[in-house]
Nanobody, 124 residues
Framework: VQLQASGGGLAQAGGSLRLSCAPS????????MGWYRQAPGKQRELVAT???????SYAGSVEGRFTISRDNAKNAVFLQMNSLKPEDTAVYYC???????????????????WGQGTQVTVSS
């Protein structure tokens, strides 16, 4: 099972991008999902999270510009990024704090599960 992120790319300052992330395979349960980002030379930082019930939280730097949402039927999470700034440039990673998936016919539980990153570049 992998968390597959997509939607990154190049945008101009003030523009928008929408990131998507969904797991491959058979999923039994997926809890809080979120997006993190890591800029060159910096530590990975939290961008936004959303619980399975739909409660969202945001880093102060993106509050009011980014919107996180999820589709529980598809186990997918999205990040709508508006009013992009050059400082939003980073690799964005999808994450869940807990996932239960099927492997070789049996359920497997894993905590702190990361997807591959997708590059977001914002030009000034």
């Amino acid at each position: 099972v992998q968390l597959q992120a997509s939607g990154g790319g190049l945008a101009q300052a003030g523009g928008s991008l929408r990131l998507s992330c969904a797991p491959s395979g058979v999923i039994f349960r997926i809890d809080t999902m979120g997006w993190y980002r890591q800029a060159p030379g910096k530590q990975r930082e939290l961008v936004a999270t959303i619980t399975s019930g739909g409660s969202a939280s945001y880093a102060g730097s993106v509050e009011g510009r980014f919107t996180i949402s999820r589709d529980n039927a598809k186990n997918a999470v999205f990040l709508q990024m508006n009013s992009l700034k050059p400082e939003d440039t980073a690799v964005y990673y999808c994450h869940t704090d807990s996932i239960v998936y099927q492997e070789y016919g049996a359920p497997v539980a894993q905590a702190d599960f990361w997807g591959q990153g997708t590059q977001v570049t914002v030009s000034s």
